[in-house]
């Protein structure tokens, strides 16, 4: 059974940093392309950052300069170190998997206000 489980989200002060963490199971880690999606209420859910199996990666032009998406494949984990956030950042965000198919994770809320 493949399992995706995001944490780390919470409530944040601008400017504040959180890490997200995802970690995998159920599937050969190491294969797979991993990215970060938000969603922010009343809005389609979007890309945020991209990590290849080679380590590539890549962002939305929203967060280039402040995220660093990471992945470790001892651990099947990846993570998103999200550092000078801002109120537009306030979102669920979710992990995914993709190898041919896509896996998703449930989400993990990040809130940035004072």
């Known amino acids: 059974q493949v399992q995706l489980v995001e944490s780390g989200g919470g409530l944040v002060d601008p400017g504040g940093s959180l890490r997200l963490s995802c970690a995998a199971s159920?599937?050969?880690?190491?294969?797979?392309?991993m990215r970060w999606y938000r969603q922010a209420p009343g809005k389609e859910r979007e890309l945020v950052a991209a990590i290849s199996r080679g380590g590539f990666t890549n962002y939305a032009d929203s967060v280039k300069g402040r995220f660093t998406i990471s992945r470790d494949n001892r651990k099947n984990t990846v993570y998103l170190q999200m550092n000078s956030l801002k109120p537009e950042d306030t979102a669920v965000y979710y992990c995914?998997?993709?190898?041919?198919?896509?896996?998703w994770g449930k989400g993990t809320l990040v809130t940035v206000s004072s």
């Open positions: 159920g599937i050969s880690f190491r294969s797979y392309v």
């Open positions: 995914n998997a993709e190898y041919g198919t896509d896996y």
